[in-house]
C-alpha cells in the first residue's frame, strides 16, 4: 500500500502562486510514475501534470502548461507542483496519485490508471 498526503493548497489572489506537496509512504518507488489531477465544482477530475519514470518524462494539460512545474525530490518521497500565474478556473481540489505499475504515454492522463490517491488539497483563486 502506498499512503499519499498533500499539503500546500490554500486562498490566492488571481497572478498569484502556491507550492502544492505530496509526500508519500508505504510502498514507494523513486521510479513510481506520479501525476496531479484536479476536481473543479461541478466537474469531473481532470489531468493536471504527470511524471513518468523512466526518463522522468513530464506531461501537462494545455491549460497549465507553461504555468504550472512538477517536480519529485526521490529523498524526500516528495512530489511538488508549482502553480504560477494563477487563475480563476484554476479553482479546485488538487489531488496527487500515483501507480506501481508502469505507465506508458497514453496511460499517464487517464485517472483510472493511478492505484493510489491523496485526500485532496484544496486550491482557491480569487480577488
Known amino acids: 500500500q502506498v499512503q499519499l498526503v498533500e499539503s500546500g493548497g490554500g486562498l490566492v489572489q488571481p497572478g498569484g502562486s502556491l507550492r502544492l506537496s505530496c509526500v508519500a509512504s508505504?510502498?514507494?518507488?523513486?521510479?513510481?510514475?506520479m501525476g496531479w489531477f484536479r476536481r473543479a465544482p461541478g466537474k469531473g477530475r481532470e489531468f493536471v501534470t504527470a511524471?513518468?519514470?523512466?526518463?522522468?518524462?513530464?506531461y501537462y494539460a494545455d491549460s497549465v502548461r507553461g504555468r504550472f512545474t512538477i517536480s519529485r525530490d526521490g529523498s524526500k518521497n516528495t512530489m511538488y507542483l508549482q502553480m504560477n500565474s494563477l487563475k480563476p478556473e484554476d479553482t479546485a481540489v488538487y489531488f496527487c496519485?500515483?501507480?506501481?505499475?508502469?505507465?506508458?504515454?497514453?496511460?499517464?492522463?487517464?485517472?483510472?490508471?493511478?492505484?493510489?490517491w491523496g485526500q485532496g488539497t484544496q486550491v482557491t483563486v480569487s480577488s
Open positions: 496519485a500515483t501507480t506501481l505499475s508502469r505507465l506508458i504515454t497514453s496511460q499517464v492522463r487517464d485517472a483510472s490508471d493511478y492505484n493510489y
Open positions: 508505504g510502498r514507494t518507488s523513486s521510479t513510481s510514475t
Open positions: 511524471l513518468r519514470y523512466p526518463g522522468a518524462t513530464t
